[in-house]
């Protein structure tokens, strides 16, 4: 009797892998150290349709035989990650050819070899005799009676049309609109990089995880031992397959690398980029994160986790960020750049500087072989740059800080401190947010600053640090700010402060503007703010009126001899109040050196007027003259009375005295009636026209009425023949008509006029003359001719003329105090700087530039040895027709005298 075959013994896997209708990939049980050992099984006595193959370098694409996929699919769908049972026939290598059975034991199990027979998906090798065999043909022969699978249908219907390209990955992606797509894992390239099917179009795609990277798979190389990093990426992927291959997913396509496609999967148990990055398999990646719309805050919670425990790739991680992230409230007081803030944070005296956390704010611009240190010298007469208007984007970004912050309560995180760098300071460097908004995300939205990039293992970067990321490539891909490829804006900003020229120039333009608004963008002192102007952009220095203080060390009243307050504080209350917001001015004059003197508003306030209730400064006598004086008083009454500032010592008796004094001082003889007037002309003599500012209204009123007449009613030229000592209208170079007196008519039809409310002459065409209308002839000139008192010119031309100019300059256009000491055809009047208390002719005399007439009025004798003692100080310093000695005749008779 013969001894019965022994039975092959079953083996226990689970199918890693379903490679086609055939045959699968088997995973057998965890081995101690080591992977578990796999093996591919093909099913005995039967054959499935061959899937697609893509081209390689040694042979072209072959397509799916029919009802391929549909194979694959029964079967990936039924035993894909299942524990199943093999019962192995024939062994070859590392294939194995057998029968796999799905369920705890044979007897009880699914031949899934029988189910694909059934289902028409797999044809029977007819050759063999075994019973297994005659069981299988049974089997085929009924699917083909009922037409299943593959005996059925139109088989042309049932092969993919597979894309192995995408021509435009990029557009791809948009059209996918990054909403999931269906998808099968095909293949791992390694732990963050998969090939895929999208269904149900089958797209073949390489698809990178978005905001991760595992470890590489190097490539084999025999004379090469692997190390821990090979076994970590082996680890990864095997991780990864064990989780995702044949599995099905969503897709969410992000972005594209190369010609990658960049995205998240999507599996039934979450985010498999997330459970990478917390078992230690992965690392976060800044580039491609920021593409991700969804998710990116629990990636960096998983990375944290994996760090923390210093799992696998982190297991010698060393924390980079150690300083803790202080969180507290501020109100900005100050932008200093597009990532610069001064904040004011409650008990500290002093602002705060702070930076905005992983942004780099719009920057000049540096050859690649300069250094930051180290600038070039700038060229003779060359101005120095001004960045925050000529760099492109800085003065954007700045004012969008501006509006948004400047003034408000904000809430400050303190993320890290980045330590001093040669030149550079220490710089603390905050998120930053109002009313919930990350002010440097919407920054960087807007295209107004760049987000700096990190070592993979730098953890000194903000806490919203993805949301940057996120946020500039939004930015970019609207063309944004920093990112358009449009020309940036140009601002050519016209910087008039200490310019005497130009200030002169535009001084009659801010004058008739009345109120204009400003920025302050700088508080040089209490009562010094540097103005930028948006409507015209212009750069100005405003000097405050109506008010003074002793520019002194301590600051101190001069009615006592304490310190009540110092000049810092004084500038600080201004600096508050002001720096960098949005005011309104009115502009009245200017000084000798191109500064403007007006009037500010602040939130309605006036700033004078503030800083006298502050007792921050004294009212000025020539607001005696202005629309605020009442305003001005009552702050310098109250703060008297509160003896706070300069008048924290303030006795009345003190005050008293003070006066008193003054009235000593004063020459009671010489009548001092001064009006505030504005010089519209000068002569060569000396001569001037000055126009009383109380009557600019009723001038304003007078040109406005002709105007409206000559347009309703314009002349015929021609019409009016002029004659000497009419008053006419005359059309000046501007094509606006003024009252003009006729001085003479010359041949050819030229006529010399003064226009009599200006005090300016020109000889135009009589063509250019019209009848001046009844109505407008009684009113008196506005402009009235004054000579200046005390002054002779000198007998040198070129003194004169530079006697001329500065006269000129000086007075032209200025809103200044007149005082008529002799009266005349031509009355001689002083002038005086309302701010400053300057007379102008006595300040010519002591530049050198003018004699001091010999006079004998005893009223006047006080003022008259004031010119002369200057005159005296100017011989004795050689000041311009001083410097080759005395130039004055000589009394003494042996001069032949």
Known sequence: MSTPAPQPVPKRGIVKQVLSGDSVVIRGPPRKGAPPLEKTILFSNVLAPKLARRATASAADTRDEPWAWEAREFLRKKVIGESVLFVSEVSSNQREYGVLYLGKDIQSGENITESLVNEGLATVRRDGRAPEVARLVELEDAAKTAGKGKWGGNPSEHVRDIKWTIENPMAFVDKMGHKPIKAVIEHVRDGSTVHAFLLPDFYRITLMISGIRAPNIPRPDENKQPDASTSLAEEAKYFVECLLLNRDVDIVLESTNNNNLVGSILHEKGNIAVALLREGFARCVDWSIAHMKTGADKLRAAEKEAKEKRLRIWKDWTPTNTSPGKEYSGTVVEIINGDALMVKVPGQSLPKKIFLASIRPPRE?????????????????????????????????????????????????????????????????????????????????????????????DDQRSSHYDGLLAAETKAAKSGHGLHSKKEPPVHRVVDVSGDLAKAKQFLPFLQRAGRIDAIAEFITSRSRLRLYIPKDSRLITLLLAGISYNKTKQGQSPYNDGEP??????????????????????????????????????????????????????????????????????????????????????????????????????????????????????????????????????????????????????????????????????????????????????????????????????????????QLPSAFTPEKAYAVEYQLFGVTLPPDADYSEEARSTFRSDVLDRTLLLNVEVNGSIPLATLEDPTSKVDVGKALIEDGLLLAEKRKERRLAKLLTDYKNAQSEAAKNHLKIWEYGDITEDDAKEFGM
């Open 565 to 770: 307050f110092t000049d810092e504080e004084a500038t600080n209350f201004t600096r508050e109040k002001c720096m960098q917001r949005e005011v309104q001015i009115s502009v009245e004059s200017m000084d000798r050196v191109g500064n403007y003197i007006g009037w500010l508003w602040v939130e309605n306030t006036n700033l004078s007027v503030a800083l006298a209730e502050e007792g921050y400064a004294k009212v000025h006598s020539s607001a005696e003259y202005s629309d605020h004086h009442r305003a001005l008083k009552a702050a310098e009454e109250s703060a008297k009375a509160r003896r706070i500032g300069v008048w924290k010592n303030y006795k009345e008796e003190d005050e008293q005295e003070v006066k008193e004094k003054k009235e000593e001082d004063r020459n009671v003889d010489r009548q001092v009636n001064q009006i505030r007037v504005v010089v519209t002309e000068t002569t060569p003599e000396l001569h001037f026209y000055a126009q009383a500012v109380d009557q600019g209204p009723k001038l304003e009123a007078l040109m406005a009425k002709i105007r409206q007449e000559f347009t309703a009613n314009p002349p015929l030229p021609g019409a009016y023949q002029p004659k000497k000592g009419d008053v006419c209208a005359a059309k000046f170079v501007d094509d606006e008509w003024y009252r003009a007196k006729v001085e003479k008519v010359e041949k050819g039809g030229n006529v010399s006029v003064l226009y009599m409310d200006y005090g300016n002459r020109e000889t135009l065409s009589a063509t250019r003359c019209a």
């Open 365 to 457: 611009q540096r050859s690649a072989d300069e250094k930051p240190e180290e600038k070039a010298p700038l060229p003779p007469g060359q101005r120095k740059p001004r960045p925050l208007y000529e760099v492109p984007y800085m003065f954007e970004a700045r004012e969008f800080l501006r509006k948004k912050l400047i003034g408000k309560k904000v809430n400050i995180v303190e993320d890290y401190v980045q330590p001093a760098y040669q030149n550079f300071g220490e710089k603390v460097c905050c998120t930053v947010t109002i009313g919930g908004v990350n002010v440097a995300e919407t920054l960087v939205s807007k295209g107004l600053a760049t987000v700096l990039r990190y070592r993979q293992d």
